[in-house]
């Protein structure tokens, strides 16, 4: 075998040895899946109850109309933070032993000038008990001006630690539409589909 021939064994070798320790112990994991039994809440603010819209017209419902699940709560309080959420996790999501929660928190943190860092350390606290609970999580973002780059920051790595998905942008296209919306802060009955189909997209891999 010529000199040539060797080098190009040696290194197609070390590049696939090299690749193989890189995926057992330096890739990502992916995102969590559901485990066990329980109900999907969403736990959020006036988004997830649904403000803008009718009766039904909220998007869990619509999620759980498109994907077809029979346990689905909905723990949208209108006005909550996530100071708010974090103080009512354990009796409206942790007691009931989901088996996946959907978190749509920190709108109202950034109307209210609640400081990034503050609304981060929250979301961790609150996406850390889900986990530890065995419960799969999916965090809902929300991109807001001069904001952006702070609360990306800080929920790739809530995501990160806690094996959690993201949805981004979530209202892309839907929020300064006024034909998707029914104020200036939450989507009509038409807004509240669209977010529904891609929370559903979202959530549809993390199912059992």
Request: aromatic share 6%; glycine share 8%; proline share 4%.
């Amino acid at each position: 075998m010529s000199k040539f021939l060797i080098l190009v064994v040696v290194l197609i070798s070390v590049t696939v040895i090299a690749l193989g320790t890189w995926f057992c112990f330096f890739r990502e994991e992916g995102s969590q899946k559901v485990t066990k039994d329980g109900p999907i809440i969403f736990l959020g603010n006036s988004l997830t109850a649904g403000v803008g819209a009718g009766e039904g017209e909220d998007f869990p419902t619509l999620v759980a109309d498109e994907l077809n699940l029979k346990n689905v709560i909905n723990a949208g309080v209108s006005g909550d933070t996530t100071t708010g959420g974090l103080a009512r996790l354990k009796t409206d999501v942790l007691d009931k032993n989901p088996s996946l929660v959907i978190v749509e928190l920190s709108g109202n943190d950034f109307l209210q000038q609640v400081p990034p860092n503050k609304t981060i350390e929250n979301l961790d606290s609150i996406v850390r008990q889900i986990h530890e609970s065995g419960a799969a999580v999916l965090i809902i973002n929300i991109k807001f001006p001069l904001r952006e780059a702070e609360y990306e920051k800080g929920f790739k790595e809530i995501a990160k630690k806690y094996k959690a998905e993201v949805l981004w942008n979530a209202e892309d296209g839907i929020a300064g539409n006024s034909s998707l919306m029914a104020d200036n802060i939450h989507p009509n009955a038409a807004g509240y589909k669209i977010l529904a189909s891609r929370v559903a997209k979202a959530i549809k891999p993390l199912l059992k």
